[in-house]
């Protein structure tokens, strides 16, 4: 397995060094402390796997978008401090393969490294905690789901998005907006259609993302509206 490590801390790379080092199968090709280098050792070195913490400095989380287009075929595997279920989200939407919270166990890690780089998703307990507390469901984060293209979103579709993301069903919004069920109904079949989802889960993640909400204000309901 030929693994690349993206991280600007000097100790945290010695520290995945020594603790991959026990893993025979493993070969660390490249350790990058920036964006550029990490771009850069990518188009030089074959890689199966990205070691990456993006919320170190030198990286940023716009950088998983640049390795997820340029790179399709490299699973990214987060390794960060704790973050907020937003932002572990974002990560998630952007391309990240699996994530795994850097005080999590060594034995955990290397079962990250191990399943990411055969093609699984892994996340540690926590990372499933935090984002469980946000009551979203991992399965239903679909990765593919956003492009970056603009998306016409209109402003009755924005309340209505809003709405479905704080938990309310189509005839709770119907009376709120004294408007049909059907018609409620129909901007919801639109909605979808636009964001290119399939599910209300995806509509909770297009509002957390573009910020119409913050994810510890909405009730997500599991009504199984779709």
Same mark, same amino acid.
């Given at each position: 397995?030929?693994?690349?490590?993206?991280?600007?801390?000097?100790?945290?790379r010695l520290g995945i060094r020594s603790l991959l080092k026990t893993e025979l199968?493993?070969?660390?090709?490249?350790?990058?402390?920036?964006?550029?280098?990490?771009?850069?050792?990518?188009?030089?070195?074959?890689?199966? *796997?990205?070691?990456?913490?993006? %919320?170190?400095?030198?990286?940023?989380?716009?950088?998983?978008?640049?390795?997820?287009?340029?790179?399709?075929?490299?699973?990214? *595997?987060?390794? %960060?401090?704790?973050?907020?279920?937003?932002?572990?989200?974002?990560?998630?939407?952007?391309?990240?393969?699996?994530?795994?919270?850097?005080?999590?166990?060594?034995?955990?890690?290397?079962?990250?490294?191990?399943?990411?780089?055969?093609?699984?998703?892994?996340?540690?307990?926590?990372?499933?905690?935090?984002?469980?507390?946000?009551?979203?469901?991992?399965?239903?984060?679909?990765?593919?789901?956003?492009?970056?293209?603009?998306?016409?979103?209109?402003?009755?579709?924005?309340?209505?998005?809003?709405?479905?993301?704080?938990?309310?069903?189509?005839?709770?919004?119907?009376?709120?907006?004294?408007?049909?069920?059907?018609?409620?109904?129909?901007?919801?079949?639109?909605?979808?259609?636009?964001?290119?989802?399939?599910?209300?889960?995806?509509?909770?993640?297009?509002?957390?993302?573009?910020?119409?909400?913050?994810?510890?204000?909405? *009730?997500?309901?599991?009504?199984?509206?779709?």
């Amino acid at each position: 397995m030929k693994l690349l490590i993206a991280d600007s801390s000097d100790l945290v790379r010695l520290g995945i060094r020594s603790l991959l080092k026990t893993e025979l199968e493993i070969d660390i090709v490249g350790e990058a402390v920036n964006s550029e280098e990490l771009l850069e050792m990518l188009g030089s070195f074959e890689t199966d *796997l990205v070691l990456l913490d993006y %919320t170190s400095s030198g990286f940023e989380i716009d950088d998983i978008v640049k390795l997820h287009k340029s790179f399709p075929n490299v699973p990214i *595997l987060a390794v %960060t401090p704790e973050q907020s279920a937003q932002t572990l989200v974002d990560a998630l939407r952007s391309g990240v393969t699996s994530y795994v919270k850097k005080d999590c166990s060594f034995p955990e890690i290397i079962d990250a490294v191990k399943q990411t780089a055969k093609g699984d998703r892994f996340f540690c307990g926590q990372i499933l905690e935090t984002i469980q507390r946000a009551n979203l469901n991992v399965e239903d984060i679909d990765i593919d789901a956003f492009s970056c293209d603009a998306v016409a979103i209109s402003p009755r579709e924005s309340e209505i998005i809003i709405m479905i993301a704080e938990g309310f069903t189509n005839a709770q919004i119907a009376d709120k907006l004294f408007l049909s069920n059907h018609t409620i109904n129909t901007h919801r079949k639109n909605i979808m259609a636009k964001l290119g989802v399939k599910n209300t889960a995806g509509i909770v993640m297009y509002a957390v993302k573009t910020n119409l909400i913050s994810p510890n204000k909405f *009730l997500f309901t599991a009504e199984g509206e779709a």
